[in-house]
């Protein structure tokens, strides 16, 4: 029998929204089971994830699944970990470097039916400061640091991070405090979420 899922999913991988806005034919790119209990929201797919379809497919992933502590083989194998960006598209590289921000249409066309069928879900992981800005309005702060450095504020439904990306090395060093108390967490809420077939078995405290 067909679920609600099924459906928001059919229709998420035949938009076309914005064709003839980007310079390249839409392929929207999204990983969640009915399963899924633990979301990884990020900004958009990168070049390499446009082509090969499957989200994480890079070294911003690899540095991701480090981060939670799941090896490669897991992290798309085990269908309580999903996989839905802010933009479900490749946006594009911009001349200077860099990819285009993630188009905000994206998410207000289809976040709200995609979220609404998944009923198990337990933690969201948002990467990066648009999927921040996107989904905490106003609750989030002036910039990516100050949002992610007032993590607690938001546990333990959802989980800030920076993104993985390399671009954000220097920002890493910079800021050993993440390292340093937010993976712990993170990495323990993804064990507990892992251990425990029901999502209100996992244990989720805030550390203070």
Not at 2 to 18: G, N, Q, S, Y
Not at 88 to 117: H, I, M, N, S, V
Request: aromatic share 10%.
């Amino acid at each position: 029998m067909t679920t609600d899922l099924d459906v928001v999913l059919e229709d998420i991988r035949a938009c076309r929204a914005c064709a003839g806005v980007l310079a390249h034919t839409p392929r929207p790119v999204v990983r969640v089971f009915p399963e899924t209990q633990l979301l990884i929201c990020g900004q958009a797919p990168g070049r390499r994830v446009h082509e090969s379809g499957l989200p994480f497919t890079d070294p911003s992933g690899d540095r991701l699944r480090d981060w939670m502590g799941v090896d490669y083989e897991t992290f798309y194998a085990d269908h309580r970990i999903g996989v839905a960006a802010q933009a479900f598209c490749y946006p594009g590289t911009a001349p200077k470097g860099g990819d285009y921000p993630p188009p905000t249409r994206c998410a207000d066309l289809w976040r709200p039916q995609l979220l609404e069928a998944l009923p198990r879900m337990s933690l969201t992981l948002l990467v990066g400061g648009y999927a921040q800005a996107w989904a905490l309005g106003a609750r989030a702060g002036r910039n990516m640091t100050e949002t992610v450095r007032a993590w607690r504020d938001y546990a333990p439904d959802v989980l800030v991070l920076p993104h993985p990306s390399w671009r954000n090395t220097a920002w890493l060093r910079k800021n050993p405090w993440f390292e340093a108390d937010v993976v712990p967490y993170l990495r323990e809420r993804v064990r507990g979420i892992m251990t425990f077939a029901d999502p209100a078995s996992a244990g989720n405290a805030v550390p203070s």
